[in-house]
């Protein structure tokens, strides 16, 4: 890969675990883009000691959609050709809270799913008249088949998944490619203090699984791979005992 990788989420433990992956594999140039930019000193230390060339900071919110065609069109400006841009923000939020609280729910979903169709309609624009590109955009098993336990995050990420799927076919013949990535739960930060689910998987594992992915041209990976025949069969489970599922 010979061109700029950019991590819209620069704090995100998978985010950072991508792109400190394809450093170590040849990429040189990458840009973390996040709230509070100027507070990414082990972030940059992470890439440069993987050997990244050059590391540079943007001020990106997510949530302030009416920003997105200005921030992304000068990452393109100044940092492209643009490789691989990797969508790594998001928030989980609180399940009781946005039960009784309408927009804490709305903020789930703001961030979760409608920041990201703003920023992915503009990058895939952005990549069709470059000619090329990847985008890596993480679901969640969550949003597969949603659970009553998590259904404000899990219809977020349902949402997601649609959207990049639709959008990975439009981008068909473009140049552009887009890799689907559905993780299970997952034990970082974002996680701290819950009980692990089965099948759980770390960063670094989801991030190995992302990066092989991207190689080969897949347009969607689950991690573990387990998880696609686990699911498989849970969309068959009675709505009775569907909802009585733990998160």
Known sequence: MSGTVVVLGGRSEIGLAVATRLARQGSRDFVLAARRSHDLDAEEAALREAGATTVARVEFDADDIDRHPDVLGEIMTAHGPVDVV?????????QQRAERDAAHAL??????YTAHVSVLTHLANLLRAQGSGNLV????????????ANYVY??????LDGFASGLADALAGSGVHLLLVRPGFVVGRMTDGMSPAP??????QVADATVAALRRGR??????P???LAFGALRLLPRPLWRRLPR
Request: glycine share 12%; charged share 15%; proline share 4%.
């Open 86 to 94: 990797v969508t790594a923000f998001g928030i989980l939020g609180d």
């Open 226 to 228: 387990i998880l696609r």
């Open 199 to 204: 099948f759980s998987s770390t960063p670094g």
């Open 137 to 148: 955009v993480f679901s969640s098993v969550a949003g597969v088949r949603v659970r009553r």
């Open 154 to 159: 899990g219809s977020a990420k349902a949402g």
């Open 219 to 224: 347009h969607t990976v689950w991690v573990p």
């Open 107 to 112: 903020a789930i979903v703001h961030t979760d």
